[in-house]
């Protein structure tokens, strides 16, 4: 690879660009999916190619291409800078880069089971065994199950003279059983909703999640869900399992924090974001037991790499400290701005898409409760899991979640179930308002493999470490409509 | 480009090569380049050539689906050899009956050679003319300028062969003036269908008439919804249940209510794919021609939109709404319609006492697919009508409300409709749209 990379190099300096970089990314993925006993999706991808990132008279281009021989790497190299140059045209200041050291090596995290040399059909064995339990449940009608796995090789060499090789292979798995019956439809999930849960590990990781212990008592709370009660409107203490609340510091804490909405780089697709500048370092985000950092070493964490993709090395970042707004995910030109060197948290898609800053782990730091003993201290609440759907304005303040299924909590006991929960809030009013959280027992690594953002779109897999937590003064089932009054 | 000979080719290579009994190969190849702006500066300028290359493999009632990026003769093979591995070792899947066999395929018009071929300097010219129009508002631009093209092949051990080249421009644009923000997209298989300055100054001007927003409180107002808020209900009905197997697997909203009134008699939305109003496909990805499907007639739910494993299940034939070969979500339609009508949004404003209008939401997501309940936030533009006028901007609102409950109050329907990436549609006026919170913009 090194000739390919040291002809894009050499080319773009020749052409006069002012820096240059070259990413070459192999990624090979497999993705298994049984659905009411049938295996519906057996599929393996592979995908390979390049892309050279270059500044020219002070403004970015990019190109790329899936063809790797030295022609197209040229023919790519001189129309990145020929991009560059149109980007020009129109009036801007120069972009400067804070400084970062320049890399060497190679890089891979280990796993114990490496999930492509496992037989396709032990995957299927497993899933179609677990959906077999789901569907025993009669009011199940749609089973699904599955698993996915990728290994990603990058190649990263800039004209500042990196040259970093990393290999990373992720593995992830879940189930989902939806219940149905005329004008209701009620969807319960394990380990989490939307495929399930996702880290930078082998086989082993789906292993343990024992997806086949778990089918009946899932299949079983989708169809109670059925007949549950609609979640009741209005104010209380709330307690959020993990996977839900992973969804919510994903929301309105990772995006808000990246530092390119916050310049307003990316206000014609996802928006811009509250957390403007003037905030840091004394904006009150969250209550004093809210700390939240964005850590790229954490062992496990699907938004973990070695170096992001500018050759800036991983660490981990203070972005919310006893409840104060401190830090921003960064890139080498934001940190430029702030006079700061860059987080590290710059990520592409794949070969065909720019770096864009981009959630590492946002992980909430564990407090001293437990769950139990959040629900015994509780008189009026609900304790709400799993995620079912999620919407929040494009400055990340109003949010609204639903979840899978609710509980009434009553006097320190879980109580009444109920269907279609929902909850909503503004962001920081609902962090200020968290009064406890669940302790590093209960503390858990989420991986989300299906974070958007970007023009052209780009799917990032980012991780959050969080424990169940509990918010005072909550409102909840907002979404009851009249023709839902109707049949309750 | 490839050409439509040579795509075949590579097509007819890999169907010959597979062991497999029935065998389905797709390639696509294109080349795409954006041009995206923000505080009125270009800072992100990119181009990718690429291509893709499906291979389903049927054995029995098994089967495998493997893609790569390569096109080389071993790649191919290679990919074939997975697709095969992988439907032997799979298992059965009794609902599957065959690939589509072959039928005649519509050729359409919809490649344009400007808009594959548009430079990184025309773009930039273009962002240019938008941004300097932005100035002459007082307000700051963003947005992309995306062009490019894709050929897309497919072919079966059956006898289908279909291919078509598609070029595609888009643009979105939201300008800020203070706390004022304005919208405008425009899409089309040809960059000369649209005019960037026309839209820059509709999203120029309504920035600066947003600007100072006040806070109303949440509740049920009548709204005047722009064709950019329209489009994201009907997307959402396609979405939530308009396609076979969301019928199929009973959680939609057409299930038991075909012949029934779900929506008000003024409103009709249909799927047609060779339509150029829309953005027009002769095929869909399993190679089966488009056919028009006429969802709901007048207020009345009449049908959804097939691929072939959906169809054969019921005895019936593919409608041409695929969406690929690998997943399970079925299929759905692209290319909607909902029928205008003679009304104009000025009208609607006119006629009405006290309501909100609204220019597009945003990060909308289902809550309830039978209920059609969905909720998002309005943006870059939310307006207080009163007495039949615009009379002040508003901060943005959350929405949680019933799609087909909204269809069934409209009061009035544009004459003049937009294209949208899935849907043409008109504005409408409609009565007791819920708005359930707000926020501080």
Request: aromatic residues 8%; glycine residues 10%; hydrophobic residues 40%.
């Amino acid at each position: 690879m090194e000739d390919l990379t040291e002809k894009a190099l050499e080319k773009v300096r020749d052409l006069g660009a002012s820096y240059g970089d070259i990413r070459i990314v192999k990624r090979a993925s497999e993705r298994v999916e049984v659905k009411n006993g049938k295996v519906e999706g057996l599929v393996s991808q592979s995908d390979e190619g390049f892309g050279i990132r270059v500044i020219a008279d002070g403004s970015w281009g990019f190109a790329s291409s899936l063809m790797m021989d030295p022609d197209e790497v040229e023919r790519v190299a001189e129309l990145a800078v020929r991009i560059a140059r149109a980007s020009a045209q129109v009036e801007h200041d120069p972009v400067r880069l804070a400084p970062v050291e320049p890399a060497h090596g190679s890089f891979e995290f280990d796993v114990q089971q490496d999930p492509f040399e496992i037989p396709v059909e032990d995957k299927i064995r497993l899933l179609l065994d677990a959906d077999g339990i789901m569907r025993q449940t009669p009011e199940i009608k749609v089973a699904e199950s599955s698993m996915h796995f990728w290994r990603t090789e990058t190649v990263f060499a800039s004209t500042e003279g990196s040259y970093i090789e990393q290999t990373k292979t992720e593995s992830g798995a879940g189930i989902e059983a939806t219940a149905v019956k005329e004008g209701e439809v009620q969807r319960r999930s394990y380990p989490s909703s939307f495929g399930g849960d996702y880290a930078v590990a082998g086989y082993e990781f789906v292993e343990a999640w024992d997806l086949i212990g778990n089918a009946e008592r899932i299949a079983k709370e989708a169809a109670k869900l059925l007949d549950a009660p609609q979640c009741p409107s209005d104010t209380r203490t709330l307690i959020l399992e993990g996977s839900m609340l992973a969804l919510q510091v994903h929301e309105s804490c990772g995006h808000p924090i990246e530092l390119d909405r916050v310049f307003g780089t990316e206000a014609s697709y996802a928006g811009t974001s509250f957390l403007t500048p003037d905030k840091l370092g004394h904006f009150r985000y969250g209550s004093d037991i809210v700390s939240i950092a964005a850590d790229a070493t954490a062992p496990g964490g699907l938004g973990s790499f070695f170096f992001d993709d500018e050759g800036v090395p991983a660490s981990r970042v203070d972005i919310i400290k006893d409840g104060i707004f401190v830090g921003y995910l960064t890139s080498r030109e934001t940190a430029e701005k702030m006079g700061w060197r860059s987080g590290g948290a710059m990520r592409a898609d794949g070969w065909n898409r720019i770096p864009l800053i981009r959630m590492t782990n946002i992980n909430l730091d564990p407090g001293d409760w437990t769950l139990d003993e959040m629900i015994e201290d509780t008189k009026h609440g609900l304790y709400a899991e799993m995620v079912g759907s999620w919407s929040i304005d494009d400055k990340r303040l109003n949010f609204q979640f639903a979840t899978e299924v609710a509980y009434d909590i009553e006097d320190g006991s879980l109580g009444q179930m109920y269907k279609n929960p929902t909850y909503t809030g503004i962001t920081y009013e609902f962090w200020g308002n968290c009064d406890a959280i669940a302790n590093r027992d209960e503390w858990h690594m989420w991986g989300v493999p299906n974070c958007g953002k970007g023009e052209p779109g780009q799917a990032m897999h980012v991780g959050h470490g969080v424990a169940p937590a509990r918010f005072q003064n909550v409102r909840i089932g907002v979404m009851e409509s009249p023709s839902e009054g109707e049949t309750e | 480009m490839l050409g439509r000979d040579k795509a075949l080719e590579i097509l007819g290579t890999a169907i010959a090569y597979s062991q497999a009994e029935m065998t389905q190969v797709a390639v696509e190849i294109g080349e795409s380049s954006l041009t995206r702006f923000a505080n009125s500066v270009i800072h992100q300028n990119v181009s990718e050539r690429n291509a893709g290359l499906g291979v389903k493999a049927v054995i029995g009632k098994r089967i495998g689906f493997a893609t790569t990026n390569r096109l080389d003769e071993d790649s191919i093979k290679t990919v074939v050899d997975k697709a095969v591995s992988f439907a032997k070792h799979s298992e059965d899947n009794p609902d599957f009956v065959s690939l589509p066999t072959p039928k005649p395929v519509m050729q359409i018009e919809t490649y344009d050679e400007r808009t594959a071929t548009y430079s990184p300097e025309d773009r930039a010219a273009v962002v240019a003319g938008m941004i300097a129009e932005a100035r002459k508002h007082g307000a700051s631009a963003a947005g992309s300028l995306s062009n490019g093209y894709e050929e897309f092949a497919v072919a079966n051990s059956l006898g289908v062969a279909a291919y078509n080249v598609f070029s595609l421009a888009g643009l979105t644009t939201v300008m800020t003036a203070d706390s004022g923000f304005g919208y405008a997209d425009r899409i089309s298989t040809s960059i000369r269908d649209f005019d960037p300055i026309e839209a820059a100054v509709e999203a120029a001007a309504r920035s600066v008439q947003s600007r100072n927003p006040e806070a109303i409180e949440p509740g049920e107002y009548d709204v005047v919804l722009l064709p950019y808020a329209v489009a994201e209900l009907v997307e959402f009905l396609s979405y939530l249940g308009l396609g076979a197997l969301a019928v199929q697997e009973g959680r939609s909203f057409m299930c038991g209510k075909v012949g029934q009134k779900i929506a008000g008699e003024n409103v009709t939305i249909w799927d047609d794919g060779l339509d150029p109003r829309g953005l027009p496909r002769s095929f869909d990805p399993e190679g089966v021609p488009k056919q028009r499907v006429d969802m709901i007639v007048n207020g009345v739910a009449n049908a959804v939109v097939y691929d072939t494993y959906t169809a054969y299940k019921e005895g019936k034939e593919s409608t041409g709404h695929g969406i690929g070969g690998i997943g399970t979500h079925g299929p759905f339609p692209t290319n909607m319609f909902m029928q205008p009508g003679d009304s104009s949004v000025e009208e609607m404003i006119a006629s009405t006492k006290k309501g909100i209008l609204v220019t597009r939401f945003h990060y909308t997501n289902a809550i309830h697919p039978i209920l059609t309940v969905i909720t998002g936030m309005t943006r870059d533009g939310t307006f207080l009508i009163e007495s039949g006028k615009i009379t002040k901007p508003l901060k943005n609102l959350r929405f949680t409300d019933s799609v087909l409950e909204r269809l069934s109050n409209v009061e009035l329907i544009s004459k003049e409709t937009r294209r949208q990436a899935w849907a043409v549609v008109p504005a409408i006026k409609a009565r007791g749209f819920r708005f359930t919170g707000a926020t501080e913009f």
